[in-house]
């Protein structure tokens, strides 16, 4: 930002901020333990998530993600639709000894997104996704007193109808409209003529989305949101990996041991790994879906749980997020025993 000229005004530069992160937000899936990235500008050494961070922010700088040579500070569906999987991977510095999971599903993910952003009314002639900024702050449900005041789900919304055409045709349907990451589980009740009332809605990209965009509209663009407190953790394998680290969610015997007879049965693929055994389901599986749903239900009783044995109160309290960023992303071991102490909560059937 600092290289911006000072006379482009706190609008231009939020959507400047929303392009980035939306493209940052959809490349950031698991990179694999092989793949790392070497910074052009500092020479700095990333991998995983921070890895893929740096990545996103540098090719933004070039223009990759953009069809104007002379601004390349900028995403939009032109540019968007003319990647490929090689112009990804110089990007990412992949090569046969570099490796990253995922090379073609990252590339798709943006081509469908140049589609959605064929959504002239959220995302403007230019087909931005910044251009949501304008779309938010001129929409009937915001409020302008001192400054503009957006509801929260007017943002979810605006991305869950905006990128509803970025989601895979092979997840979860509803009338023949795929609905992203949400996904049936047997643990729920059903009714013949509602089925879509055993499907387990998570989002976790529009959701981690909602609380990224938020930022720089705050922070840049003076928006107040309200409703901050709808949303929900992340049913993501850090945030959910620590409840089973710790032990606070241990598998049935029953699906650890179906569990590991499909890890076997993968590790006779060529190519597949052998060494860390460990029970493997697939995403759709009722055991995932119910340890996501319990990590989203673990994740609130943990903010009570944190405020509290820290002390904070009124103002002072940690949000949701800040918890995410600061604590279950990064706790370490010695201290896991404070978060896990008073949490009581009825579990699904696949886990005890």
């Not at 020479?43 to 922010?57: D, N, T």
């Not at 089973?244 to 590790?267: C, W």
């Not at 009722?286 to 509290?308: K, P």
């Not at 992303?329 to 404070?338: A, E, Q």
Request: proline fraction near 7%; include cysteine; charge should be negative.
């Amino acid at each position: 930002m600092a290289t911006w000229p000072s006379s482009l005004d706190a609008q231009e530069r939020t959507r400047r901020l929303i392009d980035l992160f939306l493209v940052s937000v959809l490349l950031d899936a698991g990179a694999g333990t092989k793949w790392q990235y070497k910074s052009k500008e500092s020479g700095k050494m990333y991998r995983r998530s921070e890895g893929l961070a740096v990545a996103s922010l540098e090719m933004f700088k070039t223009g990759l993600f953009s069809s104007n040579p002379e601004q390349p500070y900028q995403v939009d569906s032109d540019a968007l639709r003319k990647l490929t999987p090689e112009k990804m991977a110089r990007g990412l510095q992949v090569t046969e000894d570099n490796p990253i999971d995922g090379l073609e599903g990252r590339t798709h993910l943006l081509v469908r997104l140049s589609d959605a952003l064929q959504n002239q009314e959220i995302f403007g002639p230019d087909h931005r996704p910044g251009n949501m900024l304008d779309y938010l702050i001129s929409h009937p449900s915001t409020t302008a007193s001192s400054v503009p005041v957006i509801p929260l789900p007017t943002l979810w919304d605006t991305l869950m109808n905006g990128l509803s055409t970025i989601w895979p045709a092979t997840r979860t349907q509803i009338d023949g409209v795929p609905i992203g990451d949400a996904w049936p589980c047997s643990s729920m009740p059903s009714h013949p003529n509602q089925p879509w009332e055993s499907i387990v809605p998570f989002h976790k990209l529009t959701q981690w989305l909602t609380y990224s965009l938020m930022v720089p509209m705050q922070k840049l663009a003076n928006i107040h949101f309200v409703g901050t407190e709808l949303m929900t953790g992340l049913p993501e394998y850090r945030n959910g990996g620590l409840l089973v680290d710790t032990g606070l969610l241990t598998l049935k015997e029953a699906d650890a041991i179906r569990g590991l007879e499909q890890y076997q049965m993968n590790a006779t693929r060529q190519g597949q790994p052998k060494m860390e055994v460990v029970p493997l389901f697939t995403a759709d599986d009722d055991v995932i879906v119910e340890w996501r749903a319990l990590t989203v239900g673990f994740l609130d009783e943990l903010l009570v749980e944190v405020n509290m044995l820290l002390g904070l109160k009124g103002d002072n309290k940690l949000s949701l997020a800040q918890m995410l960023e600061a604590g279950t992303w990064k706790v370490s071991l010695p201290h896991l025993s404070i978060f896990t102490l008073h949490i009581v909560l009825t579990l699904s059937p696949g886990w005890s």
